[in-house]
């Protein structure tokens, strides 16, 4: 049986006493302490962070973070999730059996328990393999249970993606160098109830101890360490103590922060409410290490983006800059100009997606010089208004790397890559999987990287905005016979503009009516913007 899965001997104690033994026992059920393994607190609809709470020896999965048995005190489960600053946390529990005063033995040690927070980590179906980036909370000896994690985590080569997302650890009263409690408590348990391994391993400068740091000092460097410290002595019988001093509850390692905390080893993990000053600044450190964890994931997404799109740059042959010739389309338009295009119908017809049996394709003709690509630099522009999902493609005649069929479509592609990672993560793959094809072989291209590929997968509403088709030095009609392989399905709608000519009236009429709308600019179209150009 997996130790996460390990049942407690005998009932624990009431109050969770570390390094102290209560004179009556008191029988609790594990729905005031707690289940062992990984448990599931709190889940938002899109997490960015995970929280990861272990409690102490002694302690439970619920019981070490509850003032009282009632839920209302479970602050990681009640208070976190309500609160705006974590609304993008995803929060989890871990307990193991570390109840040292049941009768029945064992020969479990830190070293075991690590082990079962890392096989948890790693088998839960919604925590191994996201990517969310992962804090740590670790109250007394949970702290080295989670360092012992970290540390066998780091040695696993199969376990480098989850490690890498393990952010911050915040130790709570974490003993790193042991307590001369542990040594008392050690003999106690001998005459009345059976030695624990785990105890012994809190011992002063214990070998378990050196073990744990010696190894965890290796890796510390990549982690945000918060170490909050007890200044309140703990009543025990008639004596009170600092259970863990400052000295034993700090790493004293660069970088890390230590926070004192007005509070005994037992309520510096359980308060009264969210007004409690000891609240107050945990949750104030927690809620700055979120913020500044999505900043890092957001940073590192977009350079994990940048990195995966200038691959896809080498594999589509992308060289040239093609918003320079957005730019270039835009310069030229004056305010106020080319709006008359909103109130034609057939426009408001290719844009809407909810209006059923448009043809996809809207062919624009127009006269030589009469501003159709100035129009097509408004249309784009108004998309990106209303963050629709485009892409575009200008060609030029007498411009060799910008005439060819084969350039639009790659181009086309790869902007699509920008804006939609499932597509992109296909092109990658083909990538990776060495899918080749001639960069100037655009029915290869149409084939590969459209029908076979980006067609296959789930894209949003998309609009294609093709300029000055007749300008391409590849017949129109290889386009026009792609397009019509497209399924009408397909959330997919094209804007062609092009001279008016009788080769591409008769491509036109091969497509059909359900495939193409096409339409003229007239004078009177451009007569608004004629107006504004003279009064200027």
Known sequence: MPLGNLRRGSKPLSGETVFSVPSETIIEDDDVIGPLGLNLLSEPTSPLVDFVFVHGLGGGSKKTWSKTPSDSHFWPKRWLPSDSDFENVRIWSFGYDSIYTKK??????????????????????????AETLIVFIGHSMGGLVIKKTYTLARRDASL??????????????????????????????????????????????????????????????????????????????????????????????DGEQKIPMYADHRSICKFDSTSDPNYKILRDVLSHIVHNTIIQRKRSQAKQTRDQLNDLKGYLGIHEEWRDDLIASEDPRLPGTCEWINQKPYYQYWTDFTTSNIPPVLWLKGKPASGKSVLVGYIIGELGKQQCDFSYYFFKHGEASKSRLSTCLRSIAFQMAQKNAQVRDLLLEMRDNDTRFELSDDRTIWRKLFLSGVFQVQFSQQYW????????????????????????????????????????????????????????????????????????
């Open 104 to 129: 029945k033995s064992d020969v479990l040690d830190i070293d075991d328990f690590g082990r079962a927070l890392l096989s948890g980590l790693s088998s839960s179906k919604c925590l191994g393999n």
């Open 465 to 536: 905005i093709i300029d000055a088709l007749d300008e391409c030095v590849d017949s129109p009609e290889r386009l026009s016979n792609m397009l019509v392989k497209i399924d009408p399905s397909l959330p997919l709608r094209i804007l062609i503009t092009s001279r008016e000519s009788s080769d591409l009236e008769n491509i036109i009429s091969i497509m059909g009516p359900k495939r193409c709308f096409s339409t003229a600019t007239s004078p009177a179209d451009t007569l608004s913007d004629i107006r504004l150009l003279i009064e200027k």
């Open 160 to 253: 480098a993606a989850l490690w890498k997302r393990f952010q911050a650890i915040c130790f709570l009263a974490t003993p790193h160098r042991g307590s001369n409690w542990a040594q008392t408590l050690s003999g106690i348990l001998q005459v009345a109830y059976r030695s624990r391994a785990y105890v012994g391993d809190l011992k002063r400068d214990s070998q378990a101890i050196q073990s744990i740091n010696d190894d965890f000092e290796q890796y510390s460097t990549e982690i945000d360490i918060k170490s909050f410290y007890e200044t309140q002595k703990l009543s025990v019988g008639f004596l009170k103590l600092l259970v863990v001093e400052k000295e034993s509850a700090t790493l004293g390692y």
